[in-house]
């Protein structure tokens, strides 16, 4: 159990803690647990990889279940452990993975930019998140393989597009190949649940996003595309 004083900002501020059952590593600020969900083979496992070693390796095996990483990031001086939950895409294990949302801070919702229909299917994980996650759970979209611009299927602004209607945090084209946006994905949603979790502990109620009103972040790395859209 950790006990503080209500009016005196704490050190150790961990979100849902409760939900780890273990006493608290002295060594982080704070601890989220982020779901990265979103279609088989738009690129998952190889953005958490890449995000927990800077190694991107070409042939994957298709995610069984979910698998689970943890790195720490240092944000404007906090130490912030960040515990990912890979997701499996194909549909056999929808089961599994719909267990995993509960307990889940933030989810990212992955699609392909070279295959459409990956980016078709995001408004039914949305859904899944509605369905199966905590209330105001923190979205970001992210259109990986930005490397293949020119096998693109789907236009930045569309996903602007689709981001503003849902209330996304933010969207970001990013290459586990390339090394595009893969720690920035990270950063970002860290930042965001920082900032949420210090109004919630002051009593004070998130709205929408923190970060940059209710407006999407937007960031595409790719050639052809405008690195910021006012959409
Ligand atoms: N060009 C390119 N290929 C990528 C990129 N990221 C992943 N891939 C390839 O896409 C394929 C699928 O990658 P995975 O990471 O296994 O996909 P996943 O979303 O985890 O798939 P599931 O585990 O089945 O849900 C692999 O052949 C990867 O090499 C990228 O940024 N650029
Ligand atoms: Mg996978």
Redesign the pocket.
């Known amino acids: 159990m950790i006990s503080f004083d209500p009016h005196q900002k704490p050190a150790l501020r961990i979100m849902q803690f409760s939900s780890f059952g273990r006493a608290p590593d002295e060594t982080f600020d704070y601890l989220f647990k982020i779901i990265l969900i979103?279609?088989?083979?738009?690129?998952?496992?190889?953005?958490v990889?890449h995000f927990k070693s800077g190694i991107?390796?070409?042939?994957?095996?298709?995610?069984i279940g979910v698998d689970f990483m943890v790195r720490s990031l240092e944000v404007d001086g906090k130490k912030v452990k960040m515990q990912v939950w890979?997701?499996?895409?194909?549909e056999r294990f929808r089961t599994i993975t719909q267990s995993y949302y509960r307990s889940a801070n933030a989810a990212i919702i992955?699609y392909?930019l070279t295959r459409r229909s990956t980016f078709e299917s995001v408004p039914h994980w949305i859904h899944e998140i509605e369905k199966y996650g905590a209330a105001n759970l923190v979205i970001m979209l992210i259109g990986?393989?930005?490397?293949?611009w020119d096998k693109r299927h789907v236009l930045f602004e569309d996903a602007c597009t689709l981001a503003e209607k849902y209330g996304l945090l933010a969207v970001l084209e990013?290459?586990?190949?390339?090394s595009k946006n893969i720690d920035e994905v990270f950063m970002l949603m860290a930042r965001e649940l920082i900032a949420r979790n210090d109004l919630s502990f002051y009593g004070e109620s998130p709205q929408n996003n923190l970060l940059l009103d209710s407006s999407p972040i937007l960031l595409a790395p790719s050639p052809n595309s405008k690195n910021h859209c006012n959409c």
């Open positions: 979103g279609d088989s083979n738009v690129g998952k496992t190889c953005v990889q991107y390796t070409d042939t994957q095996q298709n995610t890979d997701t499996a895409g194909q992955a392909d990986n393989k930005a490397d293949l990013t290459s586990a190949k390339e």
